[in-house]
């Protein structure tokens, strides 16, 4: 029997009685989405799911997105290894800085799913951050504006060849940055959910490099505002990892970031990335 065990006041909750490795009936599926869509991301423990197996767990909740610049496993098309080693000593972690995924391309993914392979014996923690919340949580008028707002997203600071160099020091993933990275794609600040319609905010620290119309030392201001404001610890809910562990967040209600504080020590992880919808603007003041 599945139960869930809410984890943070924002957002998170524990998954219990799920094998994802296994054949999961419709109902046993709707209650995960569900889970999903109430808790913005769920966590399950003790999983251990092969490639193939997240794959085939991960297509019954959509299609696989597309994963620009990050290879692939051998073999898995749709499976990316997000790891650490322990030799890297410098201070970047991939998904170290706040972001929703890849919220750059004209249709964000929905879903993301990540299963820990190995952890490191401190550190690592992945932070989540609600932002249906953060929306709910601004002044009246401050939301006015925002629902009339476009941000201009773009993974230029990301994977542009100007960070190959940044990449090359990943000892464990293979990045390969190209000039698509510079191109941009409009999206709106306060976005309805695909599924529920809530507004949220969609605007990120990583991706997120303007505001349509406006100059750039207009819309520095308003964005540092957004990025103190859609993190604030309130919001969040932090997960400290287990071998065996799976995090699925929903990318139109979530931001996260990965805790780069675990130097000297592996971590790795596998993730496959479920297809979303171009964003469509929430109206205002809903
Ligand atoms: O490794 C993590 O905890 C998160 C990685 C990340 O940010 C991502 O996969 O988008």
Redesign the pocket.
Known sequence: MITVEQVAGACGAVVHGADLAADLDDAEVAQIRQALLDHQVVFFRGQRLDPDQQVRFSRRLGPPSPVPFVQAIPEHPEVIA?VREATETHGYT??GLWHS?FSFLPEPPSA?I?HALEVPPFGGD?VWASQTLAYRTLSPAMRQMLTTLEGVHSAVNAYSPKMQAVHDTFAGMSVQTDESATRTQVHPAVRAHGETGVPALFVNAQYTVGLCGFAPHEARPLLDFLAAHTTRTELTCRWQWRVGDVAIWDNRAVQ?M?MADFTGHRRA?H?TTVAGEAPVAASSLT
């Open positions: 997000v991939f998904g995924d993301s990540l992945t996260h990965a992880m993730r």
